[in-house]
């Protein structure tokens, strides 16, 4: 059974700091990863998809690295801002034969104080 | 189009009572997905559709709930006899169907449910 873990389960950096959050999963024969972010009592909002052949995707101030063999994936945010509080999942993508389901993280909750 | 809507937004029923939400997917998208998320968790993957077809259910998906996408567009999803157990956040997403390490899914604003 496929198991993602995500460390730390919470962050606080001041403004401008760079941070890396970072997701582990057990199964490494996954089709993709997909970084979404949740504000409080809210839905997900999509920032990358990193397709299992690919190492990176880079959207803006954000950077996700991918590394299937070791089962690792990392999200870099560059000179974070407030606006970054939120809590960040990472999901891999599973076979279910004909489509995809998502496996989440637990999530790590950003605070980013000025 | 405006993304994945769902409906309501908010729901507080007593326990017993029976509940059904809506997902309207984003207009070209012929999967739907539906998905759990309990406080502090992640979500939780419960059933997918593809068109009208659904194609999987997960061991999550007691025989008190049930979904349904009649015309392969929204989709309902309806919880029997409601238990406190079953307070959650549910989240509807919508993907197309290109290649599996392509698919992105979208997700709805969720549909959080409260049962007293």
């Known amino acids: 059974k496929q198991e993602v873990t995500q460390i730390p389960a919470a962050l606080s950096v001041p403004e401008g700091e760079n941070l890396v959050l970072n997701c582990s999963f057990t199964?490494?024969?996954?089709?993709?990863l997909q970084w979404f972010r949740q504000d409080p009592g809210k839905g997900l909002t999509s920032l990358l998809l990193?397709?299992?052949?690919?190492r990176e995707q880079t959207s803006g101030r954000l950077n996700a690295s991918l590394d299937k063999s070791s089962g690792r994936s990392t999200l870099y945010i560059a000179a974070s801002q407030p606006g970054d509080s939120a809590t960040y999942l990472c999901?891999?993508?599973?076979?279910?034969?004909?489509?995809?389901?998502?496996?989440f993280g637990t999530g790590t909750r950003l605070q980013v104080t000025l | 189009d405006t993304g994945v809507s769902q409906d309501p937004r908010h729901k507080i029923t007593k326990r017993g009572q029976n509940v059904t939400f809506r997902c309207d997917p984003i207009?070209?998208?012929?999967?739907l997905y539906w998905y759990r998320q309990t406080l502090g968790q992640g979500p939780e993957f419960l059933t997918y559709?593809?068109?009208?077809?659904?194609?999987?259910k997960s061991r999550l998906l007691s025989d008190r709930f049930s979904a349904e996408r009649p015309k392969g567009s929204f989709s309902t999803l309806e919880i029997q006899r409601t238990e406190q157990g079953d307070s959650a956040m549910y989240l509807c997403?919508?993907?197309?169907?290109?290649?599996?390490?392509?698919?992105?899914?979208?997700f709805g604003p969720g549909t959080r449910l409260l049962v007293l």
């Open positions: 990193i397709q299992s052949s690919q």
């Open positions: 999901a891999v993508h599973l076979s279910t034969g004909t489509a995809s389901k998502l496996t």
């Open positions: 207009s070209e998208h012929n999967r």
């Open positions: 997403a919508s993907s197309y169907s290109g290649t599996l390490v392509q698919e992105t899914q979208y």
């Open positions: 559709f593809q068109n009208e077809a659904q194609l999987e």
């Open positions: 199964d490494s024969a996954i089709y993709n």
